[in-house]
């Protein structure tokens, strides 16, 4: 009888096709958030995973709740197995929602093609893939119970359809209302880092209030666009100071503001009387959200100055703490590092991010949480956000293995 590692093997050499064919029926149901009505990805996702013998629970959000989200419909699903009796409850944490395909691709963003051993679609690396990278490592332990490895634990699987609105109706839903309570937790990532610690994201809007009048009149008129081009010009003066501050946590780097929304204005000759734009400002873990926030809220303040007719309001829309590692993070960092950088023959190291994910919620409720999941080196590589997205299907085999290993030596040691 084979111990438990190589059955995790075996099972998972047996399983490559069946795991390549669950990412290609994941990304071709879309779930884009916008618009963020993702019950029928939810859906189709559950199936999959009854179709594996798993039992899902499917949690419907509250209507309300995900209204206050930006979003239409939203359906949690989680899997649970247990093992032996006591030892620790892991979980392993994907998003389904995906940012809208945009224009650009060259490849069907719902056809799941594959290419010289690359999948194309929406979602294939951010982060289906890793519905099914920890759906078939957590198969590939059932594979080593089945063998005689003493495992002793839970695996918990959560997959989340808000992480693109800011995982409030997500993950912070799920632990916030006792549904899940685990030890430790992984959330996606890529496949050749570990990932334990990332900055953070304040998103506010800016509406402009002023009043129309006919183009051949606009001294009649309030010009809300023209209010809003002054506090633009301010806001973007300011990026290159914030190029100065660098945080000292490796791989974060500087804080970062973009402007990325804007809308507005009645027709050609008319003087617009409402503008709206939404900006996006990254916080460095050093930095204290409530300060940043202030200092844009002067910022807009004072650039409006100039323009004491129209009417200026600003509203916070998401604010995400940074992640930085917790006590017990580093025994579940330390046991991927070593099963990937065997596993991918190189050395896998920790690192940070300069980006924001659901695992902040896991964090802020005590969980120790890193992200690891399938994917190429750098999120240039697999195209996340942009056009062609996609996935080395090579990358999902092996990381499912990192995971499978993983979850096998933390089931086994305690």
């Known amino acids: 009888m084979p111990d438990g590692p190589t059955a995790i093997r075996d099972f998972l050499a047996a399983?490559?096709?069946?795991?390549?064919?669950?990412?290609?029926?994941?990304?071709k149901v879309p779930s884009d958030n916008p618009p963020g009505d993702c019950d029928r990805h939810a859906e189709a996702a559950?199936?999959?995973?009854?179709?594996?013998?798993f039992a899902v629970e499917r949690l419907p959000v509250p209507t309300a709740l995900v209204a206050a989200a930006g979003m239409k419909r939203a359906t949690n699903l989680i899997v649970r197995r247990s093992f032996g009796e006591g030892g620790p409850v892991v979980a392993l944490n994907a998003h389904g929602d995906v940012v809208p395909p945009g224009d650009g691709w060259s490849r069907d963003p719902y056809g799941a093609e594959i290419v010289d051993g690359w999948m194309y679609g929406r979602g294939a690396a951010v982060s289906k893939s890793d519905f099914a990278t920890y759906a078939y490592a957590l198969k590939a332990l059932e594979a080593a119970a089945s063998a005689g490895a003493p495992l002793n634990g839970t695996v918990e699987l959560h997959l989340t359809y808000d992480e693109e609105a800011g995982g409030e109706i997500g993950p912070r839903w799920l632990i916030a209302d006792g549904t899940t309570q685990p030890d430790l937790a992984i959330a996606a990532g890529f496949s050749y880092a570990?990932?334990?610690?990332?900055?953070g994201c304040l998103h506010l809007e800016?509406?402009?209030?002023?009043?129309?009048?006919?183009?051949?009149?606009?001294?009649?008129?309030?010009?809300?666009?023209?209010?809003?081009?002054?506090?633009?010009?301010?806001l973007y003066a300011s990026r290159p100071a914030l190029a100065e501050r660098t945080s000292e946590v490796a791989g974060i780097g500087s804080p970062q503001l973009t402007i990325g929304l804007i809308e507005g204005g009645i027709n050609t000759n008319v003087v617009p009387d409402r503008v709206a734009?939404?900006?996006?400002?990254?916080?460095?873990?050093?930095?204290?959200p409530a300060a940043v926030e202030a200092e844009l809220r002067d910022m807009i303040e004072d650039a409006a100055r100039p323009y004491p007719e129209a009417r200026v309001t600003v509203e916070r829309i998401l604010l995400a703490e940074p992640l930085t590692p917790l006590p017990g993070s580093e025994r579940l960092a330390e046991l991927l590092c070593r099963n990937a950088s065997r596993v991918m023959g190189e050395i896998v190291a920790t690192a940070s991010v300069p980006l924001y994910t659901d695992a902040r919620h896991y964090a802020a409720a005590g969980i120790p949480i890193v992200l690891y999941g399938a994917g190429p080196h750098t999120i240039e590589e697999a195209n996340a956000h942009r056009a062609d997205e996609r996935l080395p299907l090579d990358d999902l085999h092996k990381a499912t293995e990192v995971v499978a290993l993983t979850l096998h030596d933390l089931l086994t040691d305690g």
């Open 277 to 288: 734009f939404r900006l996006d400002r990254r916080l460095i873990p050093e930095e204290s």
């Open 194 to 199: 570990v990932v334990t610690a990332h900055n």
């Open 206 to 234: 800016v509406q402009v209030t002023g009043r129309s009048a006919h183009a051949a009149r606009p001294q009649t008129g309030i010009d809300a666009l023209e209010a809003a081009t002054g506090i633009l010009a301010a």
């Open 15 to 27: 399983h490559r096709d069946d795991a390549t064919r669950l990412v290609a029926d994941l990304v």
């Open 46 to 53: 559950a199936r999959l995973l009854e179709g594996l013998g």
